[in-house]
């Protein structure tokens, strides 16, 4: 496959801008409506977001796997809550419970103390990269070994380790990882398959890739990378600014109302802090200014401090598609998209935005083979 093509679903309708509807935070039929959606749409994998607040991933991305014929999941997990044996072997059974080939896992270290808090963890920041690579080495050994083992380290220990259940399919369990402090891109060039990055700029996306090849190069590795990205699509690019415009009025009139938060999976405002680099870098391109690279709108960053995954193009459905495959041109092969308006969006993209990103994406293969 030339690319793979990642959404974002959630338990209950909500966003940035629209906020949440009343309900259950866990509402099974939106949750099943939003899975096949993605499914109907193309997508190929939907990623299982996790915090301190959010329903257990694991049961989550079981229910999706349930409800769908094709698309995989994303488990984003924190290291650190649960033993790497244990992860592993959930991760092996969900994939033959799926049919093989549909599981990878996220691990997410953590950018907020205060969030990891909440769960109890009160590691440092850089431990906790040092923790997660780790519970990689353990994960990948428990799917892999042949033979009981034993591991010795600064976080885990374990003797005689070992698991007859391993992956479904010899693609076997992905594991994405995400980060650009120090520790964080030792740890991923080490260990990750799959790089997981904000949308930033293109010359700072490019200076990332660069710098992670080539630390995973050093170690003897190849690794791949995704880009994360919120478009905004209109028929008509007038359209798709006005789009912008109200996702952007919706924000401010949240944040200027003291609406920060709820106790649903997302949040909005500026008033816990996260130390993330990865957060700041993005802020400081908002506070430099709302667009850059023609398209990518940095309007509901600003806004928010860059609270979470707010960048994106804003065009037509083939202006968004050209500003994805720049990130293509760099190296870049998965893209993680979702919307403000999350459920329509995805079914609108499914539409016109989806199959032509894929069909330019094969455009362009050839030429990226040659160079």
Do not use: C
Request: glycine content about 10%.
């Amino acid at each position: 496959m030339t690319i793979e093509i990642l959404g974002m679903v959630s338990t209950s309708y909500g966003s940035e801008s629209v906020g949440s509807a009343d309900g259950p935070i866990v509402d099974e039929r939106y949750l099943t409506d939003f899975a096949r959606a993605h499914d109907a749409a193309g997508f190929d994998r939907v990623l299982v977001a996790h915090s301190s607040a959010s329903p257990d991933a694991f049961a989550v991305a079981q229910h999706v796997l349930q409800r769908t014929e094709r698309a995989g999941v994303l488990v984003a997990h924190r290291p650190g809550f649960a033993a790497p044996t244990q992860v592993a072997r959930r991760l092996a059974t969900l994939d033959h419970l799926s049919g093989g080939g549909r599981v990878a896992i996220h691990h997410i270290t953590g950018g907020s103390d205060a969030d990891q808090a909440r769960d109890g963890d009160f590691v440092a920041k850089d431990a906790r990269y040092r923790r997660t690579a780790e519970f990689i080495q353990l994960v990948r050994r428990t799917l892999s070994s042949d033979e009981p083992f034993d591991f010795d380290g600064e976080f885990y220990r374990v003797k005689d380790a070992f698991s007859p259940l391993k992956p479904a399919t010899e693609h076997g369990i992905p594991n994405f990882f995400g980060g650009l402090s120090d520790a964080a891109v030792e740890t991923g060039a080490a260990h990750a398959d799959v790089y997981a990055l904000w949308a930033e700029p293109l010359a700072a996306t490019k200076a990332h890739v660069d710098r992670i090849r080539r630390r995973a190069a050093e170690l003897g590795r190849d690794i791949g990378f995704s880009v994360s990205l919120r478009p905004i699509v209109g028929r008509t690019e007038d359209e798709a600014w006005q789009r912008a415009d109200e996702h952007y009025r919706a924000v401010k009139a949240r944040v200027d109302g003291g609406v920060l938060g709820d106790n649903r999976t997302w949040r909005v405002g500026k008033d816990e802090r996260n130390d993330a680099v990865g957060r700041r870098l993005l802020h400081a391109h908002a506070l430099q200014k709302d667009v850059h690279d023609e398209r990518l709108w940095f309007g509901i960053n600003r806004l928010t401090g860059a609270a979470g995954n707010s960048t994106g193009p804003v065009g037509t459905p083939g202006q968004v598609v050209e500003s994805l495959l720049k990130y293509y041109d760099l190296g870049i092969r998965r893209f993680l998209i979702r919307g403000y308006d999350p459920l329509r969006d995805v079914q609108e993209w499914g539409e016109e935005l989806i199959p032509l990103l894929r069909e330019r994406a094969a455009q362009r293969e050839p030429i990226a083979a040659v160079a």
